[in-house]
């Protein structure tokens, strides 16, 4: 942020700095391509001022390579972001592409003759792969009964 406003700081100061000694107007400065200023005789155009020449390339760009540099800065500040993104977008990718142990558009293997719709968990133990640390079930007994609704 500091580097965002110190070139601001830069650009504003050289383009007073022109207006103020070189005889520059606002619009002079500002335009990315400025003629020099009309009342600047014919002989001393294109002579060198302060390291920028009248009515030459080091004015055109002037600005130019002020806001260049701001957005270098800006996305220069974004690298670290990137560098986090790279190997969570592959993780999901693989997630994506991974094929399942079970088919679950196939037709083959066993059904049940019948459903009770009684539902029994007993003794659940469950951690994420990630975090086996952090236990999420130990021990989970839950009973749920036909038409009731069920939150975890």
Not at 30 to 47: E, H
Not at 63 to 90: E, H, N, R
Not at 110 to 116: I, L
Not at 138 to 151: R, S
Request: aromatic share 12%.
């Amino acid at each position: 942020l500091f580097t965002m406003f110190f070139l601001y700081f830069c650009g504003f100061a050289g383009g007073a700095y022109l207006m103020d000694h070189n005889g520059y107007t606002f619009k002079d400065v500002m335009q990315v391509a400025p003629r020099p200023p009309a009342f600047v005789p014919r002989a001393s155009r294109g002579v060198r001022l302060g390291g920028l020449r009248r009515g030459g390339a080091g004015r055109q760009v002037f600005f130019s390579v002020t806001f260049m540099g701001m957005g270098a800065g800006q996305a220069a500040a974004l690298a670290p972001d990137i560098g986090k993104a790279k190997p969570a977008m592959l993780s999901i990718f693989s997630l994506i592409d991974m094929v399942p142990a079970i088919d679950v558009e196939s037709d083959a293997g066993e059904r049940p003759a019948s459903v009770q719709g009684h539902l029994a968990l007993e003794e659940v133990k469950f951690r994420y792969p990630a975090r086996k640390d952090a236990k999420i079930f130990d021990g989970l007994n839950l009973a749920i009964q036909a038409g009731q609704t069920v939150a975890l």
